[in-house]
């Protein structure tokens, strides 16, 4: 089956840095999904791309469907950014990778 | 905004009781799914529903039912609880078609004694 990879699996930012999570699936998928989960568990949806970039405010996600990778950025670090930044590949189900470990300090 | 409600935020049960998770979406979609995420493991689909009265084993059915009697509610039924149920459910809903955005749920901290 479809294998997802982020990294990195941990990440300690100082609050206003910038930072780059990365997502590599192993086969070619319909979409992917870009998620933030909360301290309270719920996931959050961030992104829906397929390919290319699409911004929303201090967070923007690129796809490079054709090398099978996926980038999220976030931009002037918030503490409520904290928590943990899932992507899924979307292939008739979801498939979850392993997630990065955010923590913004003040 | 898409909103998907899960009967319970924190549950406590016994080992060999009967537990029912409830989860309803108000968006119309015809696509239901549970999930569990556990440490180290990330989130495991359970089973899944294209439709009322429909069901499909997603990766680890074993232990767990389903029932879909109303478009937007989709229950997870453990027949009798296990320690090694303890866990994070998540219910999630999209429309139809395989590819389309998925709308998570508040999640249900179950706990088995």
């Known amino acids: 089956g479809i294998q997802v990879e982020q990294s990195p699996p941990d990440l300690i930012l100082q609050e206003g840095a910038n930072s780059t999570l990365r997502c590599n699936f192993s086969?070619?998928?319909?979409?992917l999904q870009w998620f933030h989960q909360n301290p309270w568990g719920q996931l959050i949806n961030l992104f829906y791309?397929?390919?290319g970039t699409k911004q929303n405010g201090r967070l923007s996600a690129t796809t490079v469907a054709t090398e099978r990778y996926s980038l999220l950025y976030i931009s002037s670090s918030q503490t409520t950014d904290s928590g943990v930044y899932f992507c899924?590949?979307?292939?008739?189900?979801?498939?979850f990778g392993q997630g990065t470990t955010l923590q913004v300090k003040p | 905004d898409v909103k998907v409600t899960q009967s319970s935020r924190y549950l406590v049960k016994r080992t060999g009781e009967k537990v029912f998770l409830e989860c309803v979406q108000d968006m119309d979609h015809e696509n239901m799914f549970w999930y569990r995420q556990d440490p180290g493991l990330g989130l495991r689909l359970i089973y899944f529903?294209?439709?009322?009265?429909?069901?499909e084993k997603g990766d680890i059915p074993e232990g767990y039912s389903v029932s879909r009697e109303k478009k937007e509610r989709f229950s997870l039924i453990l027949e009798s609880a296990s320690t090694n149920q303890t866990s994070m459910y998540l219910c999630?809903?999209?429309?139809?078609?395989?590819?389309?955005?998925?709308?998570f749920g508040p999640g249900t901290r179950l706990t088995v004694l």
């Open positions: 086969d070619s998928v319909n979409n």
């Open positions: 899924a590949v979307i292939t008739g189900k979801l498939i």
């Open positions: 529903s294209y439709d009322v009265k429909m069901k």
């Open positions: 791309i397929p390919s």
């Open positions: 999630a809903s999209s429309r139809l078609g395989s590819t389309d955005t998925q709308y």
